[in-house]
């Protein structure tokens, strides 16, 4: 039996998802698990709702059920009697819900989870995605959960596909005097009377500087839809934060809703056995009095509310500045190099003035390159301190025009805060409390962490963390592992980033797992590998330039955001603290997070592929590992590249890196056209292209390969390699030789694609000739066709062959005849009073040709086999 179903005290929502879910599942029962909103009562009693099978719960065997479809939840302590069904390993589990994932929900089977204002949205969608057309009165029930769930589309969380599927619903007949009727409700006298409790108990609160207002009640009997008059109350006082509970009869039903990032009210009310969005929650807790929990609330909004900013928490160090004595171009030089605006200058230790970019460029017109820059900078400027208040910092910059305002502890200069990063901080709050829906730049992913990384590998950064707290250095985790987190994908590539020494850092690491460490001093970094044989990367946060387009990058050691900023694209440039005090805090300067959810491959600026041409391959990788588009401005910038023949200065050796991580792909083949479509394999190859016959052959080799992994021979066979031999298939010999030698492949592997290029060429001629005789040629045949090849060009051959009997042969001999060998020796038959010679090699083939033909079987039918044609 299927049954569909939603969470207890559901809503409009819920019923519109459910009705939604009954056209996708059409035989299934509609069950609520418990009580409904008195707007969802008041709607039951007056519509037809009896024609589309809703069951009450104690019609339903509960045993009986084999799929349970959940709506609009996918937290087991929600659904009621329903939750023993859900964790049944016997009952098949789907799921349709817009709330984001937490520690305890549900795995479904089949999920559909998408971060918009309403499940009802998602189920539109999946109907337009289908095809399906709903009634008008299906119509009406999923728009009036729309509605409810964003507001009349007027909630911060609401996006663009819930305004879509509103326009969807409205063209199929949804009727809106129908939905006005059921959400514009006048009050009861109770709830009147409730309203007005809640309006004098409203007393606010500052919890780290961020103003939280709570409003109770206590009752004798029971008031509807507590949540609606949160919202009234939240718009007569113009709240930021509200946080409602009412105590009736033996339960306090709490309501929060919340239009700033620094207080996720969904986070806090799963502390109560509630949950929702970051913007609005409910919870209901029973056996609790009610001073009691308004204790707890206040001790969990301490807990969970970070601190307000401080200049400290924002700034960039180590600081890059010039010595007073510094000239005018060496400040340009330095300017340039770093791709700075500004920067102090210190006298001493002491900061004197600012040099800014634009003083240094007027000046170096005017031909005062040799002259100091003491005649140029700036020497009146604000300066704060690192406990400075945000705000603080934001009204120097302001009332002095400053780039960056200089950071002073004790009289020593240990930072700056830039107006970018003052900006990206501002931004990233004012966008939360403005309503937009990414929560950028500094968010948790505390709760994340345990359904994506394994608890082994999570304890060892905390650990890790720990040790960085104590050690007094801030340790950052980087790279792709932060950007498959976010995607919800699994990473074990552990790569840390520390603002302090790296290499110090990670030898206090090994000493911690008792592992071992090696260290690459001239690039600050150092790779540890604990005893369970994994391998963290550690590194001092460094900026880089480049002296010359494409060449290798100069290193200086810097802050962890000029450490982001040298990195390929904004998706890789998100860090992670591992710090105690922030541990699983994002930090996003370049908008990350906004290219991770808009699936785009962005690079950081304009000179990006000109200053490293090898990017352009990884943006193709990138964009087809995770069905990505590489951005517009990007592309045109990767073009341009490819047409100023920036990629033919990058050495051979960079380029087969590259190769290396592309032909490694699970899937190649889109990459590889890519490639080809933008005009990057010529600078692998001069005629290198890849056609439907190049993509043929990559389809037949990568069936090959899966054929030989499942043989389980436990030999090694480097998939790397097969799939270079096809992308160089139709290459001429000549081409073929220069393109390996460019590339600086390894000894061993010229040898594999050029001497057996021409072997397998030869082999692949053999067997189609073979194929064309009406009998199969003789084992020994085939075995010394194919014997001078190695195991990746016998795949490479595989893949070549179109014959099925060439195939069949092929097979024979990887199966079968390729670990043949006589027990006979040279030794052997001197002992049969044999005198040794050159015959010696000529008698041990053909005795092997008689025992891959199946001429002779044991050892005792090789001595008689000898003696019958060679001892007469």
Known sequence: MDVITTHINADFDCLGAMIAARRLYPEAVLVFPGSQERGLRAFLLDSTLYAYNFKRLKEINLGEITRLILVDVRQAARIGPFASVAVDPRVELHIFDHHLSTIDSLKGDFERIEDVGATTTIMTRTFVER???????????????????TGNLLYGSTCAEDFSAARFLFEQGANLNTVADFLVREMTPEQVDLLNRLLKSCRRIQVHGVEIAIAQA????????IASLAHKLKDIENLSVLIVAVRMTDRVFMVARSRIAAVDVGELLQGFGGGGHSFAASAT??????????????????EQITPRMTAGSIMSTPVKSLALTSSIRQAAELLTRLNFNAAPVLDGTRIVGIVARQMVEKALHHQMGDTSISEIMSSDFSQASSGTDILDLKEMILAHRQRFIPIIDEGVLVGVVTRTDLLQHLVGEQGSNGGTRSRLKRKSVSRLLPQIVPL?????????????????????????????????????????????????????????LDGRVKAH???????????????????????????????????????????LYRRDFSINTLAMILNRSNFGQILDFFNGQRDLKDQAIRVLH????????????????FEQRLGFKIGGQTERLLKNAVANKVVARVSGRRILNELRHILGETHPLPALKRLDSLGLLPFVSPSLRFDEVAEGLFVAADKALNWFELLFTGEDCDPFLVRLLCLFNDLPRRELKKTLAALELKLSWQNVLSAEVIQTRKALAFLTRATERSTMPAASRIYHWLNPLSLESLIYLLALSRSEDARRMISTYVTRLRHLRIELDGHDLTALGMTPGPQYTRILTNLLDARIDGKILSREDEVQWVKKHFML
């Open 218 to 225: 206590s009752l004798d009997y029971y008031v509807t839809d």
């Open 521 to 563: 001093p001239k690039f600050g970094t150092a790779v540890v590998v604990s005893p369970e044989g994994l391998k963290i990367d550690i590194a001092t946060a460094r900026i880089e330039y480049y002296a010359a387009p494409a060449a290798l990058p100069e290193v200086e050691y810097a802050s962890i955001r000029h450490d």
């Open 456 to 512: 082994d590998l999570l304890s060892l950064l905390r650990r890790i963390g720990e040790l960085a707290e104590s050690s007094n250095v801030k340790a950052y985790l980087v790279g792709g592992f932060v950007r498959d987190l976010l995607l919800r994908q699994p990473n074990d590539d552990v790569d840390i980033v520390v603002e302090g020494e790296g290499i110090s850092f990670a030898e206090q690491v090994a000493r911690m």
């Open 131 to 149: 095809g399906i057309v709903p009634t008008p009165d299906e119509a009406t029930m999923m728009m009036l959960g729309l509605y409810e769930d």
């Open 285 to 302: 807790v029973r056996d609790m009095p009610l001073e009691q929990l308004l204790d707890t609330l206040e001790r969990r909004l301490h």
């Open 606 to 621: 304009n000179l990006s592929f000109v200053e490293d041409p090898t990017r352009a391959f990884r943006a193709v990788r």
